[in-house]
């Protein structure tokens, strides 16, 4: 299979500049109303994309600061 990127107008299909473009770190962020496919657009990017992604929504983060919080709360009230 052979994949075709595109850096400065050229296309690169190297094993060497796939490689490469793997380690150059972006971030992508989506912002609009519900329903407006924010979703639907990053699960296609990440499926066809041959970087490694990582996902966080917003609300994994609200979920993951409430139980931090919750457990520093449960450390100080367990001091007492």
Not at 6 to 31: F, R, W
């Amino acid at each position: 299979m052979e994949v075709q990127i595109e850096e400065s107008g050229k296309n690169q299909t190297s094993p060497e500049s796939i490689e490469a473009d793997k380690a150059k770190q972006i971030v992508v962020l989506l912002i609009g109303p519900p329903g407006s496919g924010k979703s639907t657009f990053c699960d296609t990017a990440m499926r066809s994309s041959h970087r490694p992604w990582s996902r966080i929504c917003q609300v994994s983060l609200f979920y993951r600061l409430f139980y931090i919080a919750h457990k520093l709360t449960d450390e100080i009230l367990q001091r007492d």
